[in-house]
């Protein structure tokens, strides 16, 4: 075994990958990334004993598990680099508060130089838990951390900061090399749910204060006779940056996948060359980033492995790396993108893929804005059912099965969505009820906090005890961590009966499934027919 990865759902024959990953990771950095989550342990253990936290703990967490992400970082300097960080913050951190080594345990002690031995699956990766019910509940709860640490960095780069959640972090992993006990395990799962709902939260908050409420808002798809730049991912500031230094370079920008949403705030649509999106998901990139004939700019995730023949305009930030592509320079947290700007100006413009207008920007502030329409929707019998279909794209044959459902769902039932698994549907023509289209887009996978608080205002108004008493049905893709983060934040919300697919998650233990049947009401998906009986009725 070179390796062992299953955080995705992905993962091969949906047990785990052994000798690469099914996203291109090479197995020398599949177990280096399993050495970093070792690192943040070691690194948390002494920072919650210690009860230390400092600023540069509080910047270095939360990016060194965004960069263990699915599709984050697939290179090794990269990464052993965040390592090297993590054993030297560490050790600062016993130095100051004088904790005993004797009594720390491995993952708080092992030195720069057992690196390459620590770097194997059965020493400190996911298999070196025997336990397979213990380590299912470990992996839950560290997947869950790791889609926080992504969200959490975010809102950093806005300028918007909770300590409480930091010092939840380092509290959750010293419970993970603590315990043994499959119920207080649960129970941290459940509690990285509560802590995921403050970070959605505090998210939501850094981007609507810093570039307003996203409203209803028509994006074109197709392009214009100019040279472009794409981005892609799902990083605000970045864009923010690369608009204003490229506005007057006759150069147009394109969102893509994930970025799409940047089109529905208020402030971006000040930038005139903010012309439209390219693309679908992130699974059709070696595709489509041929076609695109400029530089494409990676924010985070989805980094597919690029192919030679776009590569040279691939250009990376952030926590995102692959090895041979050019890296974006920061310097006191402004960007250059200069470089980037005058090598668009030497390409082509985009080759067409389509034309046509995606509607989106349904966020919480604008659906609340409509609630009245909506309240009286439902309760004349217009809208009977709103089902939420959002989550995570992949590139299973399988997941044509959620295209397949929004176009059979009753013409009466409304679509709730966001991230990137809107690509399967929200394209079709699938017409309005009174004016309200029957696919509202909230916007990023981050945004579920929109749908969250949409539920949780429609139990208000329609004065209901329990949010399972609503007319909302869910049906949720999944990918990756963040996506694990959001589904134990609608677990600590008290959701339940969510069908989540394509697959059951391969980390998960039949033991820990059975529990999540029994007290959630987890389930997967079946025929479109039959779960459209099931959840609709």
Known sequence: MKMFCFQCQEAAKNVGCTEIGVCGKEPEVANLQDLLIYTIKGLSYVCSKGNYLDDEVMDYIPKALFVTITNVNFDKNDVLNYIKKG?????????????????????????????????????????????????????LSTYGLKGIGAYLSHAMRLGYNNEEIHKFIVDAFTKIVESEDA??????????????????????????????????????IGVRDRPGILITGHDLKDLEQLLEQSKDSGVDIYTHCEMLPAHYYPFFKKYEHFVGNYGNAWWKQREEFEKFNGPIIFTTNCLVPPKDSYKDRVYVTNEVGYPGVKRIPEKNGVKDFSEVIEHAKKCPPPTPLENGKIVGGFAHNQVLALADKIV????????????????????????????????ALPKDTVI?????????????????????PRVLDAGQCNDSYSLAVIALKLKEVFNLEDINELPIAYNISWYEQKAVAVLLALLYLGVKNIVLGPTLPAFLSENVKKILVEKFGISTISTVEEDIKRLVG
């Open 416 to 436: 709730l969505t966001c991230g990137c698994a809107k690509y399967r549907f929200i394209k079709l023509d699938l017409g309005d009820i009174d004016g309200i």
């Open 376 to 407: 009286e929707a439902v309760k004349s019998g217009k809208i009977k059912k709103f089902v939420v279909l959002a989550g995570c794209d992949g590139r299973h044959k399988t997941r044509e099965y959620y295209t397949e459902f929004a176009k």
């Open 183 to 220: 119920d207080e395990l649960f129970n941290l799962a459940l509690e990285v749910g509560k802590y995921a709902v403050e970070t959605l939260a505090l998210l939501d908050k850094a981007n609507t204060e810093t570039y307003g409420h996203p409203e209803i808002t028509e994006v074109n």
């Open 87 to 139: 054993i030297e913050l560490r050790e600062r951190i016993i130095e100051k508060t004088k904790l005993n080594r004797d009594e720390l345990p491995d993952c708080a002690t092992f030195k720069e130089e057992e690196i390459s031995e620590k770097a194997n699956p059965e020493v400190v990766g996911v298999l070196s838990e025997k336990n397979e019910d213990i380590r299912a509940l470990k992996e």
